[in-house]
């Protein structure tokens, strides 16, 4: 598995097994995009911009989750961790926006 994941989400995975006092591929098993009986794969809505794409795919529970993925060295990357910070930036800008919300309703308070 670790050879289908870029380097950014390797030194993710890297960091985080140093934290929890584990190894990498402990954390990756853990992480898996599929439940181990699993066979097949469903898939749609291959969408690739430069050298950036995303993939759904249907997960063990029936769900659609989306797959980032990132060109490195002329192969196609599982990109975890673009996902994750996109995770960070949408959870900051939704603070920001909370902030402002809030902030704005204080100064017009008498």
Known sequence: MKVLLSSST????????????????????????????????EYRNEKIEGDKATLQY?????????????REDGSWKIDKKSYADQILNDADEDKRKLDQLMNGSRSSTP
């Open 10 to 41: 390797l030194k993710m995975h890297e960091e985080e097994a140093k934290s929890m006092n584990t190894n990498v591929d402990d954390i990756i098993k853990r992480q898996s995009l599929v439940a181990p009986d699993q066979k097949t794969v």
């Open 58 to 70: 249907k997960n063990s529970y029936g769900q659609w989750d989306t797959l980032p993925f990132i």
